[in-house]
């Protein structure tokens, strides 16, 4: 098994693979997914044996754009459709009311989906060429650090995926932003790359379910997860940094100190392809400065944080 350079003939061989129930790894502009037909419940039911999923966990559904929700969808509220008109394709994932074409597999048993159109043309070519709505969680084993190359799902993976397709690294190499609109007003279940104040612009307030709600607002929301294998702990200042530096290695441990940089953007497109790298260095923790509590930094504070929750509960 090793994967294979996308190109429009290993694009039309994924497309058949997953037509035939198989399932295919794909780069998308967040990070690479372990598609499967979503319209074949055994199909998908492989991609929760493969990552070692919990079958509580939802996937997201990935579709070529606008037109194609309509079949997967009861409902398509008028802020989805200004939403989806904003910001598709591209790393925003809707989730509203699903249609009985949509086996309960795919929404864990749930009566809504998850629905994003990727912006990446190897996710766009291979989407078309399937022809049916591609059910996708990121590439990795359940709770591990996700995907932003081919090598990485290979490492996660393996022999459990059919086919991998290299599209190089994912450009925005954070997942997309899920938002629920099931509700009165829009609530915010995964911060990501499009920001709230993004999405504010277009349909108004948003609420912030892990603010708001002690239980878990998505049922794929555990405490911990995105987690790399070393230990990571995150720092307030770059003091604290400092301090539990110095700390660990006068205890005899190796540190990794991380430094996310003054982009966000730089920032999220490397994180994880650095998190992973640092977990093959040999260290006994990694350190990292949490950035500023601000919009634009809000998904890193995110994944940051979980990697270093302890807890796999609730
Ligand atoms: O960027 C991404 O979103 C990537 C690429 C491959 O598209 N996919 C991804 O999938 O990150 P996954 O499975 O790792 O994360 C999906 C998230 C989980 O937190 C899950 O609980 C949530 O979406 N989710 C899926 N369906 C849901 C639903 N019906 N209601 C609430 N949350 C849902
Ligand atoms: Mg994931």
New binding site residues.
Partial sequence: MNFVEATPETIARAAELLRSGRLVAFP?E????LGANALDPAAVERIYAAKGRPAK????V?VAGSAEVLALIAEWPEMAQKLAAAFWPG?L?L?VRKSSLVPENV??G?S???I?S?NHPVAQALLKAAGVPIA????NCSGQL?PTTAKHVLESLGERVDLILDGGPCPGGL??T?L?LTGSAPRL??P?LITVTQIEEIVGRVEIAMETEGALP????LAKHYSPRTALECAATAEEAGFLVNLYETAGLKVAKYELGNDPFSASAKLYAELHALDRGGFDRIIVTLPPETEAWRAIRDRLTRAAAEEESP
């Fill in positions: 998308t967040t990070v690479y997914g966990n939802p996937l997201i990935h790393p994932t989730v929404t864990a749930g809504t989906i998850a994003r990727p996708a969680p990121s590439a996700s997942e997309s899920v629920d279940l995964r990501g998505s049922p794929g929301l």
